[in-house]
């Protein structure tokens, strides 16, 4: 039973060896209901968990294919990979290497390493894609980085902003 997010960055929930998406609270909000991952394929399991503890309270239905740990287990590998990938700036391969060296053969048969790198370059290109540009000066938008000079002794003095005609 863990938590682990999706391509999407939406929550999933690990539960005997099947991934379950988040459907939503209960009106309370004490429980969250989850759906089998595989719902496309008519699986009508579902799940209720605590709000905080995430602690199963209640199954519903069976699921109608087996389950698969090693689907799983790559879940959280490329999981790890992306976070990886956003918070460092190594090559990919080397990304790739890191997440599954200790990675079982079954798992191994479920990744691709190729798609592995791929996602991986697709999320540095979200985390660093420029904003859109403004039509008018009042959406101008400034990310804060860009918003500070610090002068070099070499550089001298920058004109800010301009004021009038």
Avoid at 11 to 24: A, I, N, T, V
Avoid at 151 to 162: A, E, I, M, N
Wanted: with cysteine; hydrophobic share 30%.
């Amino acid at each position: 039973m863990s938590l682990i997010l999706s391509n999407k960055n939406k929550p999933k929930f690990s539960d005997q060896g099947c991934l379950m998406w988040y459907d939503g609270d209960s009106s309370d909000g004490s429980k969250k209901f989850w759906r089998c991952d595989k719902r496309k394929y008519g699986c009508k399991a579902r799940i209720h968990t605590e709000g905080v503890t995430n602690r199963v309270v209640k199954r519903l239905n069976r699921h109608n294919h087996d389950e698969s740990a090693a689907e799983v287990a790559a879940a959280t590998i490329k999981n790890a990979a992306k976070r990886r990938a956003e918070d460092t700036q190594e090559q990919p391969s080397q990304i790739v290497n890191t997440t599954i060296r200790d990675a079982p053969p079954a798992v191994m048969g479920v990744l691709s390493k190729s798609a592995l790198k791929q996602q991986i370059r697709r999320t540095r290109n979200r985390a660093s894609v420029a904003p859109p540009n403004p039509h008018r000066l009042q959406d101008l938008d400034i990310p804060q980085p860009y918003r500070v000079y610090k002068p070099t002794p070499d550089t001298g003095c920058v004109l800010v902003s301009k004021t009038g005609n």
